[in-house]
């Protein structure tokens, strides 16, 4: 059973905890898991890229010289694509590239992601993940505490002081227990957890 260390706001270190074999203790898939940030990055996209065609370029409604004898090229508009000011060939238009993956392998990907933390040793738990007040410089203290570098703060609800002091912290993620990213753990150093949250996530995902 795999287990994490336990430290307090401080990052001293309380205690170990063992963690669920059903979420942090499989075989990683990186296939499912290349599949689903894959399928997240795709979502992001906004698809408004546009570019006009041959046909909606104004412009070139005569022909620029007769067909035969001047000794050019024939030519039946001055917007088709070689042209300056022509049109763009296979122009890109609005699309939307989003597209759905099946929640078992969503939940596969993530359970994937998790195990690979906590093989890596990269699952912190927080005794108690809490800020009297909303201050980033105590967050960042923390974080260097725990050497965390780019990280997923994961809490079980939403706590307002974690979120708001960590916003600006370039490189740390904060979210709630019930809405975990494969990409954001995936993009992250440490995953860290309070203690809270765990059991969340054991109860939720197992």
Not at 20 to 49: M, W, Y
């Amino acid at each position: 059973m795999p287990k994490a260390t336990v430290v307090n706001m401080t990052g001293a270190k309380v205690g170990e905890v063992e963690l669920s074999d059903a979420i942090f203790g499989i075989e990683p898939n990186q296939s499912v898991v290349h599949d689903v940030v894959k399928n997240h990055l795709a979502n992001c996209r906004q698809g408004t890229q546009s570019a006009l065609t041959r046909a909606e370029v104004s412009g070139g409604g005569i022909k620029p010289w007769r067909q035969k004898g001047t000794g050019r090229a024939r030519q039946g508009s001055t917007r088709a694509p070689q042209w300056t000011h022509g049109g763009v060939v296979f122009a890109p238009k609005p699309r939307d590239y989003s597209y759905t993956l099946n929640k078992k392998v969503k939940r596969l990907a993530l359970k994937s992601v998790l195990s690979a933390k906590a093989a890596e040793g990269n699952v912190i738990v927080v005794d108690g993940l809490n800020l009297d007040s909303i201050k980033t410089k105590n967050m960042q203290a923390f974080l260097n505490a725990v050497e965390a570098g780019k990280a997923v703060v994961v809490t079980s609800e939403v706590n307002q002081n974690v979120v708001l002091s960590a916003r600006n912290i370039p490189g740390v993620v904060t979210t709630t227990a019930k809405i975990l990213s494969v990409y954001d753990i995936v993009n992250a150093n440490k995953f860290i957890v309070d203690k809270a949250a765990l059991a969340v996530i054991e109860e939720v995902f197992a």
